[in-house]
């Protein structure tokens, strides 16, 4: 979906989830990203409109997640797909994530609630990320130790930096230094 833009005399190229210029690849200010989004605002959700597939939907929300003037789209896109498949924990752990960048970490916490039980890192992770905004210690490490238990500690970066953010923030939660991660 690649999109072309002239505004003051400037090219500017859209990928489908970021911009930059034509000529020198470097990426607009924030304020001219705003402009050219509601440029090209009408085209891009009538592409988004047209797809139906809650992965698709998924993947394009987790791209726009990260780029500058989309979470409101990315937000909007992760919403329709967990609608189109409410049981995905994929698509759940997603939208909980752009919730979490959106300060809105209680949905977060309400959206992923029935998909407790599911044994998925990334959603587990997010769990207990949103618990650690609300400053819900005791759920955050119950969550983050399962996602750790269940990784046995393999790519869990992101696992390790909420156990690290617990730590620091409730050390009393964990005994000692010699705790186990997923123990």
């Known amino acids: 979906m690649k999109q072309i833009v002239e505004y003051e005399g400037k090219r500017y190229v859209w990928t489908g989830t970021t911009w930059y210029g034509e000529r020198d690849f470097m990426h607009p200010p924030s304020g001219i990203i705003h402009i050219l989004n509601s440029l090209i605002a009408d085209s891009v959700n009538e592409a988004d409109d047209a797809i139906t597939c809650p992965r698709e939907l998924c993947r394009l929300a987790s791209a726009l997640r990260d780029?500058?003037?989309?979470?409101?789209?990315?937000?909007?896109?992760?919403?329709?797909?967990?609608?189109?498949?409410?049981?995905?924990?994929?698509?759940?752990?997603?939208?909980?994530?752009?919730?979490?960048?959106?300060?809105?970490s209680e949905e977060a916490i309400?959206?992923?609630d029935k998909l407790e039980?599911?044994?998925?890192?990334?959603?587990?992770?997010?769990?207990?990320?949103?618990?650690?905004?609300?400053?819900?210690?005791?759920?955050?490490?119950?969550?983050?130790?399962?996602?750790?238990?269940?990784?046995?500690?393999?790519?869990?970066?992101?696992?390790?930096?909420?156990?690290?953010?617990?730590?620091?923030?409730?050390?009393?939660?964990?005994?000692?230094?010699?705790t186990k991660l997923g123990g």
Do not use: M
């Open 110 to 112: 309400a959206i992923t």
């Open 117 to 178: 039980h599911v044994n998925y890192v990334p959603l587990l992770t997010s769990r207990a990320a949103a618990f650690c905004d609300l400053e819900q210690w005791p759920a955050a490490l119950k969550c983050v130790r399962r996602a750790l238990a269940i990784s046995k500690g393999k790519d869990s970066g992101e696992a390790l930096s909420v156990w690290q953010r617990i730590r620091a923030n409730a050390p009393e939660l964990i005994a000692d230094n010699k």
């Open 67 to 104: 780029s500058k003037g989309q979470l409101k789209r990315a937000l909007r896109l992760a919403y329709r797909a967990n609608q189109l498949a409410p049981d995905d924990a994929g698509i759940a752990s997603v939208l909980s994530s752009i919730l979490r960048l959106s300060n809105r």
